[in-house]
């Protein structure tokens, strides 16, 4: 795949495994959603969910950016456990740093990230078929990793893989890996210098304020 499109599919990706997807019906609470079902069943039908959804409503989400923004947001925020995620992107800067600091830098680190990729999802080629390939256990007990493909015309498969842990709330994804890029992995080593130089504090308020943005393609 071409450098350039991996923060695209990163960006469905990130969405793909929400324990359900925003419709027209009424959501549903997410541990409802999610009980019972296996991480791999529930990455296969929200990522076709996903695309039809996207599909269904192009032209509403082209015609109101601000739609497609609060369709990201609220997706990103069912799906992804940003806690947990921003613990591993910190690694040895989030040691001893409290839980307000490391919601303050998961927040700000997610708003950042949609706010950047969210709308090129209206790019992305909804024709895709999503297949599964396995569910392994991770080391030590930390949940699953589901290995899939994004099957497209006139090209190789796209691997995703996604690792997920169980919570009280139901399976939560924490780190996605397009092609082996970690999403996890691209961040601590984006952030990795300006968290030598300033607080966890700081660095948020820079990723709110613009001053600094997560790239997702530059590592």
């Known amino acids: 795949m071409n450098r350039p499109l991996i923060p695209l599919v990163l960006a469905s990706a990130l ?28 990455v296969l039908d929200n990522s076709q969910r996903l695309l039809s959804t996207l599909e269904s409503r192009r032209a509403e989400f082209t ?16 799906m992804f456990d940003r806690d947990y995620s921003a613990r591993q992107v910190l690694g040895r800067h989030g040691r001893g740093a409290s839980d307000a600091d490391v919601k303050l830098f998961a927040d700000a680190l997610a708003d950042s990230l949609m706010r950047r990729y969210g709308s090129s999802l209206l790019d992305f080629n909804t024709q895709l078929r999503v ?44 780190d996605v890996m397009v092609e082996g890029v970690s999403f996890v992995q691209t961040f601590r080593q984006q952030f990795d210098t300006p968290l030598s130089r300033k607080s966890i504090r700081e660095v948020a308020a820079d990723l709110s304020a613009g001053r600094m943005q997560a790239d997702a393609g530059t590592n």
């Open 63 to 78: 015609a109101d950016r601000g739609k497609l923004q609060a369709f990201v947001a609220s997706e990103f925020d069912k």
């Open 131 to 174: 297949r599964v390939k396995s569910e392994t256990p991770l080391p030590r007990g930390l949940g699953v990793k589901v290995s899939s493909e994004m099957l497209r015309q006139g090209g190789e498969p796209i691997p995703v893989d996604y690792l997920m842990r169980q919570t009280a709330d139901g399976w939560r994804v924490f």
């Open 15 to 42: 969405l793909a495994a929400a324990p359900f997807a925003a419709s027209a019906q009424a959501a549903q609470p997410a541990a409802a959603a999610t009980q019972g079902e296996s991480a791999s069943k529930l």
